[in-house]
């Protein structure tokens, strides 16, 4: 495979594990108590972005490891076919 598909892929497997990453262990101003003038309560409290970028990082590293590892394995290409 070449290096812009298997980047392409990365980027989509990215994405999407950064939607599922991105609620995780954030609170809403709303439940901290400390609502910010002019802002959404349900806006988050404190951001904490880039811990939520690194997990996502390494999620989509592993899962695009065990995605070509299952499309290039002979066993499974076997059963599917």
Same mark, same amino acid.
Not at 20 to 49: C, F, N, T, W
């Given at each position: 495979m070449? @290096?812009g598909s298997?980047?392409?892929v990365?980027?989509? @497997?990215?994405w999407l594990?950064? @939607?599922?990453?991105?609620?995780i262990? *954030?609170? *809403?101003?709303a +439940? #901290?108590g400390?609502i910010?003038r002019?802002?959404?309560?349900?806006?988050? #409290?404190?951001l904490?972005m880039?811990p939520?970028?690194?997990?996502t990082s390494a999620?989509? @590293?592993?899962?695009? #490891?065990?995605?070509?590892?299952?499309? *290039?394995?002979?066993?499974?290409? +076997?059963?599917w076919?």
């Amino acid at each position: 495979m070449q @290096i812009g598909s298997l980047l392409a892929v990365y980027f989509v @497997i990215w994405w999407l594990c950064f @939607i599922l990453v991105l609620p995780i262990g *954030s609170r *809403s101003q709303a +439940e #901290a108590g400390e609502i910010v003038r002019g802002s959404d309560p349900g806006a988050p #409290a404190v951001l904490r972005m880039w811990p939520k970028v690194l997990a996502t990082s390494a999620l989509a @590293i592993a899962v695009t #490891a065990l995605l070509f590892w299952g499309l *290039s394995n002979p066993t499974l290409k +076997e059963y599917w076919n």
